[in-house]
């Protein structure tokens, strides 16, 4: 019956610890900060060390790995950039640029077909971004602008994707609408292959 009692005092206390390990958004945002000027000094080390700390504070906040991503990236190591990838997409899923990046990341790996499944869902999340945009733009009768930058997404995720149909129908449409920019055009000319070279040219694949 002791023994009974004792563990069941163990595990109020493990539970009432828990509870009061709550996520502090104000310190973890300080320490990001501090990070931030840290990485403006080219001081890695710390940088590193003061973004898993703030990651610490508050286990929901997912700047702080967006940092680590471009200080992995930029010391080519690339399974843990990936792996930061991962989180951020987990933690905040609206930034449609994560889902790209992971999906490059993937592809560069050698894994296409899960790659494709994050340029899939970067498309989602961009088009709803845009949706918000053309929203607003509705709203507001002194904003004459179309949203063009995720409209571009959207064709570079269906470039990535290799569905070409969709990604010149896109093409065809914004060029209606934006007669005279050239980079629409050169959408078309897009190629794949060279930019996926180009990228991390380091990286292996497994």
Same mark, same amino acid.
């Given at each position: 019956?002791?023994?009974?009692?004792?563990?069941?005092?163990?595990?109020?206390?493990?539970?009432?610890?828990?509870?009061?390990?709550?996520?502090?958004?104000?310190?973890?945002?300080?320490?990001?900060? =501090?990070?931030?000027?840290?990485?403006?000094?080219?001081?890695?080390?710390?940088?590193?060390?003061?973004?898993?700390?703030?990651?610490?504070?508050?286990?929901?906040?997912? =700047?702080?790995?967006?940092?680590?991503?471009?200080?992995?990236?930029? =010391?080519?190591?690339?399974?843990?950039?990936?792996?930061?990838?991962?989180?951020?997409?987990?933690?905040?899923?609206?930034?449609?640029?994560?889902?790209?990046?992971?999906?490059?990341? @993937?592809?560069?790996?050698?894994?296409?077909?899960?790659?494709?499944?994050?340029?899939?869902?970067?498309?989602?999340?961009f088009q709803l971004r845009l949706d918000e945009q053309?929203?607003?733009?509705?709203?507001?009768? @002194?904003?004459?602008?179309?949203?063009?930058?995720?409209?571009?997404?959207?064709?570079?995720?269906?470039?990535?994707?290799?569905?070409?149909?969709?990604?010149?129908?896109?093409?065809?449409?914004?060029?209606?609408q934006f007669p005279s920019n050239r980079m629409i055009?050169?959408?078309?000319?897009?190629?794949?292959?060279?930019?996926?070279?180009?990228?991390?040219?380091?990286?292996?694949?497994e």
């Amino acid at each position: 019956m002791k023994q009974l009692l004792g563990l069941y005092t163990i595990i109020v206390l493990l539970l009432s610890s828990c509870e009061t390990q709550k996520n502090d958004r104000k310190l973890a945002e300080q320490l990001n900060n =501090e990070a931030i000027e840290q990485l403006q000094k080219d001081n890695v080390e710390n940088a590193t060390k003061l973004l898993n700390s703030a990651i610490e504070a508050d286990n929901t906040y997912a =700047e702080p790995h967006a940092y680590l991503i471009q200080i992995y990236l930029k =010391e080519e190591n690339y399974d843990q950039a990936l792996a930061q990838t991962k989180i951020v997409i987990e933690k905040s899923p609206e930034e449609a640029e994560n889902w790209v990046l992971a999906g490059i990341l @993937t592809e560069k790996k050698g894994y296409k077909d899960e790659a494709f499944s994050y340029y899939k869902e970067s498309i989602k999340w961009f088009q709803l971004r845009l949706d918000e945009q053309l929203k607003e733009v509705k709203k507001d009768t @002194t904003k004459s602008d179309l949203p063009l930058q995720d409209e571009v997404n959207i064709i570079f995720s269906y470039i990535l994707l290799e569905n070409h149909d969709q990604a010149n129908k896109r093409i065809e449409k914004l060029e209606e609408q934006f007669p005279s920019n050239r980079m629409i055009q050169n959408l078309y000319d897009f190629d794949k292959a060279m930019y996926l070279n180009s990228l991390f040219p380091n990286m292996k694949t497994e």
